[in-house]
């Protein structure tokens, strides 16, 4: 399998990073073989949906996706609490990494930002391997669950964005967005034994509704002010 993580990066001078929580990892539907005559197998091979999805038995209801919280879950029930918050705070630092790799290359413009869409794998060592970065992730959604997580994705985006100008701009957390890098390493706003809430509980409703509730209390105090 590998993931799709999806990073938002609202500048690049300084580089500041959105990561967001959920996300989810795609599978093959058919068991892994190294064999010779497997070799030219896409439907082995790869997990893109646009092939899974062209393999005999394929079931459009349940997709070859699991959700980034269950996948973790599951390996921490495999490997334990430490070795996942190793592995996960290994992939926040690929992902930083790759992009101070192109800063210096990338054009800068304070009305532009990119989402991308990290495709990473793991090996049986837990090592974390980035296998691509999209810069124009497919948004479709192929059930239920992916089409909940990519409208709220693409909610939370815009919400970081903050075209209406709604925030104080020192927010760490925004929908399920959590800020890790702005200039330098950002620490969550409330103490957490994680390093990294990547596949993490994704609270983004109370989060916007706190943020909602914030918003009207600072415009009332304008008003009588």
């Known amino acids: 399998f590998d993931m799709r993580i999806y990073v938002l990066v609202t500048s690049y001078m300084p580089l500041t990073v959105w990561l967001y929580r959920s996300g989810f990892a795609r599978f093959?539907?058919?068991?892994y073989t190294d064999t010779k005559s497997a070799l030219k197998d896409t439907h082995l091979h790869l997990t893109n949906v646009a092939i899974q999805k062209s393999a005999p038995g394929y079931d459009r209801e349940a997709g070859c996706k699991w959700l980034l919280d269950s996948l973790k879950r599951y390996l921490v029930a495999q490997h334990g609490q430490d070795s996942i918050n190793d592995l996960f705070r290994d992939i926040n630092l690929l992902i930083l990494r790759s992009l101070q790799a192109v800063q210096k290359v990338m054009m800068h413009d304070k009305h532009c930002f990119e989402l991308y869409g990290y495709d990473v794998m793991?090996?049986?060592s837990l090592k974390s391997w980035l296998i691509e970065v999209n810069a124009s992730p497919?948004?479709?959604a192929d059930t239920a669950s992916d089409h909940e997580l990519k409208c709220g994705?693409?909610?939370?985006?815009?919400?970081?964005l903050d075209l209406?100008?709604?925030r104080t701009g020192s927010e760490v957390q925004v929908?399920?967005?959590?800020?890790?890098?702005?200039?330098n390493h950002v620490k969550p706003a409330r103490p957490s034994s994680m390093h990294s809430f990547l596949g993490a509980f994704n609270d983004r409703v109370p989060v916007r509704s706190r943020a909602q509730r914030e918003l009207i209390k600072q415009r009332a105090l304008q008003?009588?002010?």
Not at 28 to 31: D, T, V
Not at 153 to 160: P, S
Not at 175 to 183: P, R, V
Request: aromatic share 10%.
């Open 28 to 31: 093959s539907a058919f068991r």
């Open 122 to 124: 793991i090996d049986d």
């Open 138 to 140: 497919s948004l479709t």
């Open 153 to 160: 994705l693409l909610d939370d985006m815009l919400d970081v």
């Open 164 to 166: 209406e100008e709604k």
């Open 175 to 183: 929908g399920g967005f959590d800020l890790i890098f702005n200039g």
């Open 223 to 225: 008003k009588t002010s």
